[in-house]
């Protein structure tokens, strides 16, 4: 299987290996195999790509491992790895999966259809909507880098950290790619709208809010404060400072 989304391409179907191509009406005649004719190519072979993956399911149930606090509640067909640790009053949805050594902090909440990969860690207060994947060694909820010079008045440390009593709240649909890091926020929280995608080692910091079907690419950094609106691209290695608000026209 393969696709045609793109026309300066239309030459080398002549000469493909595929058993069928999907592509637009258009370039159909020009293909010598068969077609699944779709008005977005690429998309259809998105959702089609699915059905070759193959990444084994995970096995529902709790690993003997896993450390869990007894008033923790977990909803239907969960599964949770090896070396987990979920602290207090963390509520689960149905159809979780926790992937081995991951940590889920007091007072989470992870909606239903949620994916955490390996050594994801959410913090304290994080609240996570449903159809989520975060991917292996992310964190959600850390302290950001709030700190006020206190050398000049006599104190015994050059920098006097800022309690960070916000949280992280992400909504519906997102993905979060690996190593990348969301602060919590210093008073208000830190937000993630729907349908947001985020690549590996971005950084998000404190107080950050995005708006749905933003996507931000790997290796940018977001300041403090800043707001990006809806339907945003940050594209690889931007990086934005802070108190911007950045809109899409």
Same mark, same amino acid.
């Given at each position: 299987?393969?696709?045609?989304?793109?026309?300066?391409?239309?030459?080398?179907?002549?000469?493909?290996?595929?058993?069928?191509?999907?592509?637009?009406?258009?370039?159909?005649?020009?293909?010598?195999?068969?077609?699944?004719?779709?008005?977005?190519?690429?998309? !259809?072979?998105?959702?089609?790509? #699915?059905?070759?993956?193959?990444?084994?399911?995970?096995?529902?149930?709790? #690993?003997?491992?896993?450390?869990?606090?007894?008033?923790?509640?977990?909803?239907?067909?969960? +599964? /949770?790895?090896?070396?987990?640790?979920?602290?207090?009053?963390?509520?689960?949805?149905?159809?979780?999966?926790? +992937?081995?050594?991951?940590?889920?902090?007091?007072?989470?909440?992870?909606?239903?259809?949620?994916?955490?990969? !390996?050594?994801?860690?959410?913090?304290?207060?994080?609240?996570?909507?449903?159809?989520?994947? /975060?991917?292996?060694?992310?964190?959600?909820?850390?302290?950001?880098?709030?700190?006020?010079?206190?050398?000049?008045?006599?104190?015994?440390?050059?920098?006097?950290?800022?309690? #960070?009593?916000?949280?992280?709240?992400?909504?519906?649909?997102?993905?979060?790619?690996?190593?990348?890091?969301?602060?919590?926020?210093?008073?208000?929280?830190?937000? /993630?709208?729907?349908?947001?995608?985020?690549?590996?080692?971005? #950084?998000?910091?404190?107080?950050?809010?995005?708006?749905?079907?933003?996507?931000? !690419?790997?290796? +940018? !950094?977001?300041?403090?404060?800043?707001?990006?609106?809806?339907?945003?691209?940050?594209?690889?290695?931007?990086?934005?400072?802070?108190?911007?608000?950045? /809109?899409?026209?």
């Amino acid at each position: 299987m393969s696709f045609l989304a793109n026309a300066k391409y239309r030459s080398e179907l002549s000469s493909t290996r595929a058993a069928a191509v999907i592509l637009s009406a258009e370039d159909a005649e020009y293909s010598p195999v068969a077609c699944l004719i779709h008005e977005e190519p690429y998309l !259809a072979y998105a959702k089609l790509s #699915h059905y070759f993956n193959p990444r084994p399911k995970p096995a529902l149930g709790i #690993h003997p491992s896993a450390v869990i606090a007894s008033n923790v509640k977990i909803g239907d067909n969960v +599964s /949770i790895g090896p070396g987990v640790v979920i602290l207090d009053h963390v509520v689960i949805g149905n159809n979780v999966v926790i +992937s081995s050594n991951s940590v889920i902090e007091n007072g989470v909440t992870i909606g239903d259809n949620v994916t955490l990969m !390996a050594n994801v860690i959410l913090n304290f207060g994080v609240k996570v909507g449903s159809r989520v994947v /975060i991917q292996s060694g992310t964190v959600i909820g850390s302290d950001g880098f709030g700190y006020a010079p206190s050398a000049l008045l006599g104190e015994p440390t050059a920098w006097q950290k800022i309690a #960070h009593c916000g949280s992280v709240m992400i909504g519906d649909r997102v993905e979060i790619g690996a190593n990348t890091t969301i602060d919590r926020g210093v008073l208000d929280d830190t937000l /993630i709208a729907d349908d947001v995608i985020i690549d590996n080692h971005v #950084h998000i910091a404190h107080n950050v809010s995005i708006g749905s079907g933003t996507a931000i !690419a790997g290796n +940018s !950094a977001v300041a403090g404060s800043t707001v990006i609106g809806k339907n945003c691209t940050l594209a690889g290695c931007t990086a934005v400072v802070d108190n911007l608000s950045l /809109i899409h026209i």
